[in-house]
C-alpha cells in the first residue's frame, strides 16, 4: 500500500466547514485548538476560492528536522506522529510548518504554551491502540478501525479526499478530466514533492507489540 | 537488644539503598525518534494482525469517495 495523504480539491469546497466540525468533534479538540480549518482566498469576490488546511503529513517534514527533542516519528502509512510526554511546547514545529499545522493550547495564566497538538490523520498516537489514555492525549484513532480521517469522509461535496495517495490522485486525475479545469492541487507539491525532487526520508522502523 | 540491632540494621540497609549512583542522563540520539513506540494500525481488535484485510478496508473506504465510481 502507498502512503496516506490528503488532497483538498479548491474547485469543489464550499467553506461549510463541516470539517472542521467533524475533527474538532471526533477528536475531543480543546477550545482554542484548531487542527483544520478553511481558508478563503478572495473572499467575497468573483472567483473565491476556499481550502480545508491541516497537517498534511509531509513526505520531508519540517517539523520532524526542527524538533530538539526528537518527539516526531512517521508511521509506515506515512502519517507524521509526534509524542506528547516527549514535547516540550518550544513552538519550533510552529515556525517550521508550511500550512500553520502545529497548535499549542494554552496551559496556564501569562500565556503559558502547553504541549503540542495537530491532525494525526485520525491515527492516534504512540499509546495503546483505541485506549483511554490515546483518546486523551491525541484523539480518537480511526485508522485502527479501518477507516478514514473524519474531517475527508464528512467532506459533503467530497472536497477534502483522504487515503491511499495514488487512489487520491487517481480519484482527482478523473474529475479534472470530467470537468476539463482546476487541474491545480493545493500544497501537493510542497507536501509530497513536485517531480523531479529528491527522495522522501524513510519511515521510523516500528517495533510490532 | 537483638531487636534493635536488628532494626538498625534494616534501616541503615534501607537508608544506604538511597544512595546508589546512577547516571541520570538522557541519552539524545540526534536525529531519531526518542518517544515511545507506536503499534500499526492493524495490530488492532477488529484486523488481529491481518494487514491484508486492513488494507482492504481503507482502500474500499477511499474508493468510495470517488462519487464516478459510486453513481453511474
Redesign the interface.
Same mark, same amino acid.
Given at each position: 500500500?502507498a502512503r496516506m495523504k490528503f488532497l483538498c480539491d479548491a474547485e469543489r469546497c464550499i467553506e461549510c466547514n463541516g470539517c472542521v466540525t467533524a475533527c474538532k468533534n471526533e477528536n475531543n479538540v480543546p477550545w482554542g485548538v484548531n487542527r483544520r480549518r478553511v481558508v478563503t482566498i478572495n473572499d467575497g469576490q468573483p472567483g473565491e476560492k476556499s481550502i480545508s488546511v491541516a497537517c498534511m503529513h509531509c513526505s520531508d517534514a519540517p517539523c520532524m528536522a526542527v524538533c530538539p527533542?526528537?518527539?516526531?516519528?512517521r508511521?509506515? !502509512?506515512g502519517v507524521v506522529?509526534?509524542?506528547k510526554?516527549?514535547c516540550i511546547g518550544c513552538g519550533y514545529c510552529f515556525y517550521a510548518c508550511p500550512f500553520g499545522a502545529p497548535q499549542f493550547p494554552q496551559a496556564g495564566a501569562f500565556g503559558l504554551r502547553g504541549k503540542m497538538d495537530k491532525c494525526t490523520f485520525c %491515527?492516534g @498516537?504512540? !499509546?495503546?491502540?483505541?485506549s483511554a489514555e490515546e483518546s486523551r492525549k491525541y484523539g480518537s484513532?480511526r485508522?485502527? !478501525? @479501518? *477507516?478514514?480521517p473524519a474531517c %475527508?469522509?464528512m467532506c459533503s461535496t *467530497?472536497a477534502l479526499? %483522504? @487515503?491511499?495517495g495514488d487512489?487520491?490522485a487517481?480519484?482527482y486525475r478523473?474529475?479534472v478530466l470530467?470537468r476539463g479545469k482546476g487541474s491545480e492541487v493545493w500544497g501537493w507539491g510542497t507536501a509530497y514533492g513536485a517531480p523531479g525532487r529528491e527522495k522522501p526520508a524513510p519511515a521510523?522502523p516500528?517495533?510490532?507489540? | 537488644m537483638r531487636a534493635k540491632v536488628v532494626a538498625f540494621a534494616a534501616i541503615a540497609a534501607l537508608g544506604l539503598a538511597g544512595c546508589g549512583e546512577r547516571p541520570q542522563e538522557m541519552v539524545? =540520539?540526534?536525529?531519531?525518534? #526518542?518517544? =515511545?513506540?507506536?503499534?500499526?494500525?492493524?495490530?488492532?481488535? #477488529?484486523?488481529g494482525g491481518k494487514q491484508a484485510e486492513? $488494507?482492504r478496508?481503507?482502500?474500499t473506504?477511499?474508493?468510495n469517495?470517488? $462519487?464516478?465510481t459510486r453513481i453511474q
Open positions: 500500500m527533542v526528537d518527539c516526531f516519528y508511521t509506515s !502509512e506522529l509526534h509524542d510526554d516527549l %491515527a @498516537g504512540p !499509546e495503546k491502540d483505541l484513532n485508522l485502527a !478501525e @479501518g *477507516k478514514l %475527508a469522509e *467530497k479526499l %483522504a @487515503g491511499d487512489v487520491v487517481d480519484i478523473q474529475r470530467k521510523q516500528q517495533p510490532k507489540s | 539524545q =540520539k540526534t536525529g531519531k525518534y #526518542q518517544g =515511545k513506540p507506536d503499534t500499526v494500525p492493524w495490530d488492532s481488535p #477488529q484486523f486492513w $488494507e478496508a481503507i482502500q473506504r477511499t474508493q469517495q470517488n $462519487e464516478y
